[in-house]
């Protein structure tokens, strides 16, 4: 099938098509041509229905939804096929995947520390505190933790909870200072509770993540030991 019989085809069919593939296929069919790009970088739900069953079917029945605000496409390439760091492109090896879900970003690790402030230096540049209270932030002492390697970073750091040495995305804050400024005084009031609760669904997604991995990893931990065992006793 070439490109434009494929293109030929009605939106419902192509959708059932894709839904076969695999998000990777999917990724690629984007750059293909216009049209295809057009039709799977859309955020309707008809779009998004078509990458949850690709996402389902290949990543062995992963039935966690995306957190509130994050789309099909940017959920699989953080969570499955991300291999390059946000800022600086540079090629990402598996084994320092550094995936901080807390700022939506895959980055290395030079690039976290040239792209966060620390909360002190926020509060120096006049950074109000009630800002910061209901934006995500890292620990950067803690980014190193063992079970942050392991589970890639699910020690999201919620608000009030910060870690001894929390640093935040320098640009999401300002933006969100720009936001934040331009609202009266009531209409801050509800901004500041709607971003505290999604810093919280983003929490309670990144929970579902790392207790399935640990499931994971502890069956398969099992299945070894018995098999070790099983080896054992037949010598
Ligand atoms: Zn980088």
């Known amino acids: 099938m070439n490109n434009n019989s494929l293109l030929s085809l009605t939106s ?6 894709c839904e076969n593939l695999s ?37 062995s029945q992963d039935s966690i939804s995306p957190p509130t605000g994050m789309c099909e496409q940017q959920y699989i390439w953080l969570k499955e096929l991300g291999n390059l ?69 699910f020690l999201v750091t919620l608000p009030g909870s910060r870690g001894q040495n929390p640093h935040y995305w320098t640009s999401d804050v300002y ?7 331009a609202l009266n005084g009531n209409e801050r009031e509800e901004w500041v509770k709607k971003k505290r609760a999604e810093v919280e669904e983003l929490d309670r997604v990144i929970s579902e993540i790392e207790d399935k991995r640990r499931t994971e990893l502890i069956t398969s931990l099992m299945r070894y030991t018995l098999s070790t065992v099983q080896m054992t006793q037949a010598n």
């Open 85 to 153: 760091c946000h800022v600086c492109r540079t090629q990402v090896d598996k084994s320092d995947r550094h995936l901080f879900w807390e700022f939506k970003r895959l980055c290395c690790k030079p690039c976290l520390s040239n792209k966060t402030t620390s909360f002190e230096d926020l509060l120096q540049k006049n950074i109000p505190e009630r800002l910061l209270s209901c934006l995500p932030c890292v620990d950067i002492d803690n980014i190193d933790n063992p079970s942050r390697e392991i589970f890639e970073a």
């Open 23 to 59: 998000p990777k296929d999917l990724y690629t069919l984007t750059i293909v041509c216009k049209k295809l790009r057009h039709f799977l970088w859309a955020t309707s739900g008809f779009t998004q229905q078509i990458w949850r069953k690709s996402r389902v079917l290949m990543y």
């Open 12 to 17: 419902e069919i192509l959708a059932e098509i």
């Open 175 to 181: 933006e969100a200072y720009r936001e934040f400024n």
